[in-house]
Structure formats: C-alpha cells, structure tokens
T-cell receptor, first 112, second 108 residues
Framework: DAGVTQSPTHLIKTRGQQVTLRCSPI?????VSWYQQVLGQGPQFIFQ???????GRGNFPDRFSARQFPNYSSELNVNALLLGDSALYLC???????????FGQGTRLTVV | ELKVEQNPLFLSMQEGKNYTIYCNYS?????LYWYRQDPGKSLESLFV?????AVKQEGRLMASLDTKARLSTLHITAAVHDLSATYFC????????FGTGTSLTVIP
C-alpha cells in the first residue's frame, strides 16, 4: 500500500515568489493536515482538511492557504515567500480528523 | 492553547544504558503519540496511547501515559546506536500539538 506521498521533495524559491506543495493521502483516508517544521523545532500545525472542508487552522498568516480535492489530495500554497518560510513541510493523513496521523516524507522548501 | 514540553532536549547516552524521556502537556487529553525522526527525514509513528494507564512496548522502547498527571514517558532500555534520532511526543486536541523534541545520541 502506498503511504502518504508529497511532491516535490525539494524546492528552492526566491523571496516574494509563490509555491504550491502537493500531498496524496493514504487510500481511504479523508483527512489531511499540513505542518511546518523549522530546523531544530517540532512540527507546527498549519491546516487540517476533512471531507474537503477546512476543519482547523494554526497561527499562520493569510499568505498560507490550502485546499482539498474530491479525491482527498491536497495542496498547500504559500504566497509572497519570506526567508523564514524555509522549512520542511509535512503532510499527514488520517481516516478522519481525530485518529492516528501518518506522515509523508515532506517537502524541503528553501527560500533564498 | 495546549502546550507540550519534553525533557531533556538533548540526551547523550552510552550503549547499554537506560534512560527516560518525559513529555508534559498543559490541558486534558486522552490521546498521545510518540514519533521518531531521523535527520532530514519524516516522522515515523512509534506508539499510540489512547487511555490513562496505557503502556506499550516495542523492542527497547516502552511508552506510558498518565492522563491525570498529563505526563507520558518514553523509556529506553539498553540503548543501541540505532536508536539515535529525535523523538517527539504529540498530544491530540483540536489538532496535533508537538513537543519540542528530544535529540538522542547513543555513544558506542
């Protein structure tokens, strides 16, 4: 069985640009969450989607947005990139919102 | 906001020794998770603790949960080099709240 897959695995962007990260959950999982992990810190919650609706949002600026598609895959968009957005972005899927989450391999975003 | 604290933040231990990592959290929750992260990699699920008094063991690692004390422990028995990694606890509220992480280095 395929686990949670994220693309791309690595990405380099320039300040001010926009980026889109993608996530495909485990088959049958309807909930997707996004986390930002800055080097040396624990993951910080950004968004949770369940059944294509936003169910939770962390303390991130409006430059961060996300959506979930009918096939339960998800995209995370970040506009007007800042150097501080450089991080590992993790996607997690679960059967429904409040159960064990399985994480993808992450997308390493570097903003220069 | 739920806060999760781990200690120690850094742990260097010799092979064969025992040690415990502590995870304290600030508000009531009955669900706690332990994850392992190797450098540059994603999070690997180790344990899911779903009730007060839950204890789970896998190899040299054992995790327990005391919801009344809002405390979970991850005990390492007879450490080996392969256990070197960063360990995170995560508490389930309306989202997952992760601890600060414990960077474990096992020295031969």
């Amino acid at each position: 069985d395929a686990g949670v897959t994220q693309s791309p695995t690595h990405l380099i962007k320039t300040r001010g640009q926009q980026v889109t990260l993608r996530c495909s959950p485990i088959s049958g999982h309807k909930s997707v969450s996004w986390y930002q992990q800055v080097l040396g810190q624990g993951p910080q919650f950004i968004f949770q989607y369940y059944e294509k609706e936003e169910r939770g949002r962390g303390n991130f600026p409006d430059r961060f947005s996300a959506r979930q598609f009918p096939n339960y895959s998800s995209e995370l968009n970040v506009n007007a990139l800042l150097l501080g957005d450089s991080a590992l972005y993790l996607c997690a899927s679960s059967l429904y919102g409040a159960t064990e989450a399985f994480f993808g391999q992450g997308t390493r975003l570097t903003v220069v | 906001e739920l806060k999760v604290e781990q200690n120690p933040l850094f742990l260097s231990m010799q092979e064969g020794k025992n040690y415990t990592i502590y995870c304290n959290y600030s508000t009531t929750s009955d669900r706690l998770y332990w994850y392992r992260q190797d450098p540059g990699k994603s999070l690997e699920s180790l344990f899911v603790l779903l009730s007060n008094g839950a204890v789970k063991q896998e190899g040299r690692l054992m995790a327990s949960l005391d919801t009344k004390a809002r405390l979970s422990t991850l005990h390492i028995t007879a450490a080996v080099h392969d256990l070197s990694a960063t360990y995170f606890c995560a508490v389930e509220g309306n989202q997952f709240y992760f601890g600060t992480g414990t960077s474990l280095t096992v020295i031969p």
